[in-house]
T-cell receptor, first 114, second 109 residues
């Protein structure tokens, strides 16, 4: 079964550093998403991406964050000047075109800011 | 506005039924339901769009009531594998996606 692949599975970074989280969506999917889940809390929507541009973003997704699809397969989330409160599990998801398709989530990247 | 899920937690015996509700204060365009097991990614269960259709997935089904701005997830004859946290995710006509706070379901033998 096709999978969404995320790397790394765990990233530890120092406060103030920049991190890039990587995702390889399912190959024929056209809609891409990033979500965040702080330990013990609910999943939070960050951003959706379609046709090489952001289609929707939440209040969390401020200037500290950016997304990019640098080539035909990767979808990245960049977090600049990381803060302690950025520590969370970050999930990438992708979806096929069509009203009835749900999202397939990757297994996540656990980001720890120290 | 975050959708409100109820109940917050449910404990069942194998074979029992459960209903999880997801209510929004705003008009809904679509509702997605997910199950997440501890330490794992959410897994998509089903999507419901405007129109009030009921959908099913094995012994799990859901309904979408536009007038009440509410969706309900029905789990029948629960199995141990149903344990986890269930989230609804809703979108209005802006397309913005918001998760509910989750309902923890524990199925005991």
């Amino acid at each position: 079964e096709p999978e969404v692949t995320q790397t790394p599975s765990h990233q530890v970074t120092q406060m103030g550093q920049e991190v890039i989280l990587r995702c390889v969506p399912i190959s024929n999917h056209l809609y891409f998403y990033w979500y965040r889940q702080i330990l013990g809390q609910k999943v939070e929507f960050l951003v959706s991406f379609y046709n090489n541009e952001i289609s929707e973003k939440s209040e969390i997704f401020d200037d500290q964050f950016s997304v990019e699809r640098p080539d035909g397969s990767n979808f990245t989330l960049k977090i600049r000047s990381t803060k302690l409160e950025d520590s969370a599990m970050y999930f990438c998801a992708s979806r096929a075109t069509g009203r009835w398709y749900g999202y397939t989530f990757g297994s996540g990247t656990r980001l720890t800011v120290v | 506005q975050q959708p409100v899920q109820s109940p917050q937690a449910v404990i069942l015996r194998e074979g029992e039924d459960a209903v999880i509700n997801c209510s929004s204060s705003k008009a809904l365009y679509s509702v997605h339901w997910y199950r997440q097991k501890h330490g794992e990614a959410p897994v998509f269960l089903m999507i419901l769009l405007k129109g009030g259709e009921q959908k099913g997935h094995e012994k799990i089904s859901a309904s979408f009531n536009e007038k009440k701005q509410q969706s309900s997830l029905y789990l029948t004859a629960s199995q141990l594998s149903y344990s986890g946290t269930y989230f609804c995710e809703v979108s209005g006509n802006t397309g913005k996606l918001i998760f509910g706070q989750g309902t923890t379901l524990q199925v005991k033998p």
